[in-house]
């Protein structure tokens, strides 16, 4: 079906009720948008006749937003955004697209970034630019296409692809092991002991997990909190205490010699990674790209990608 055009305002009109709303005025407005005051109040009465809906209450001629004319121009500002967006990723790229994607600090720098440059070999004209994010976000107000998710959190109207399990295993500095060759066995026995546990504030019951793992009860010690893995890591390397890493975090800090596993360094899976996408964006071509490269990596939960879990 075609768009019914007498549902279709003029731009203009819908850019002076947005602006009106958005900014509080008639006289803030007509200063963005360089034109007079007149010239938007006679927008947007135009724009009320079309409707035939009140959008403004006229109060001591000024204008106060009704609910209804608040509702449309919420609307009015995501399409206008959409309308923006597009039009900047058609003129700097007009052979690929651009594809904004929000993700986690640490599963950016440690899993994806070394994995991208296969990406961009296979998709050379996809601009793709990512951007941190750590928390749920409204797609519909954001400028991303899709984000990189930990966990089961809901996230409305979108759609996902499970990445990999988060693997995590127990580190410490090696230098925490000298002059005390029960310090392992004591860490994972909950024996008195000095070795600080270190946690990651969205992994608040990952030691408990791991012991639980191990058959025993996570040990009374003192504890540190993290914001981030990074700061996690650098701390863990710096022997301030053990730490449930990623494998794809730890295992270059072992391989290096930086760090070294706990006891038999057995793994627990604390979560699953996911690209998650909103259904507005599902056949976006950047967007399907992604997916169906990520779908193909031999990593995780891709070992069966000849059934994408998206179909």
């Known amino acids: 079906m075609g768009i019914q055009r007498r549902f279709l305002p003029p731009i203009g009109w819908l850019t002076a009720l947005e602006a009106v709303i958005r900014l509080g005025s008639v006289t803030a407005a007509a200063d963005e948008l360089n034109l007079t005051q007149g010239a938007v109040s006679r927008q947007i009465a135009k724009l009320e006749d079309q409707l035939g809906v009140a959008l403004f209450l006229r109060v001591k001629k000024r204008l106060k937003p009704t609910p209804q004319g608040r509702a449309y121009a919420a609307t009015i500002r995501e399409a206008m955004a959409a309308i923006t967006n597009a039009t900047v990723n058609l003129a700097t790229n007009p052979e690929g697209g651009t594809l904004e994607l929000a993700i986690l600090p640490s599963f950016g720098t440690h899993w994806l970034a070394p994995r991208l440059p296969d990406f961009h070999a296979r998709h050379p004209g996809i601009s793709l630019n990512l951007s941190t994010r750590m928390a749920l976000f409204d797609f519909s107000q954001s400028r991303f296409h899709a984000a990189i998710h930990f966990g089961r959190d809901p ?23 000298a002059g005390s060759s029960d310090a392992i066995s004591d860490a994972i026995s909950g024996a008195p002991g000095e070795l600080t546990l270190l946690t990651l504030e969205t992994r608040p019951r990952a030691w408990q997990h791991w012991f639980a793992a191990m058959g025993s009860v996570a040990p009374q010690r003192p504890r540190m909190r993290f914001d981030q893995y990074a700061t996690l890591l650098q701390a863990t390397v710096a022997g301030l205490g053990a730490a449930l890493l990623p494998d794809f975090i730890a295992e270059p800090e072992i391989a290096a ?18 690209l998650v996408w909103p259904q507005a964006h599902e056949d976006y071509p950047p967007l399907r790209a992604l997916r169906d490269w990520m779908a193909e990596l031999p990593f995780g939960l891709n070992d069966k990608a000849a059934n994408p879990p998206w179909l």
Do not use: K
Not at 155 to 177: F, I
Not at 257 to 274: A, C, F, K, N, P
């Open 155 to 177: 996230w409305p109207a979108t759609r996902s692809l499970a990445l990999m399990d988060e693997r995590a295993l127990p580190v410490l500095a090696p230098g925490l092991l």
């Open 257 to 274: 010699g930086r760090l070294v596993r706990l006891g038999d360094g057995q793994t627990v899976s604390l979560g699953t990674y996911s």
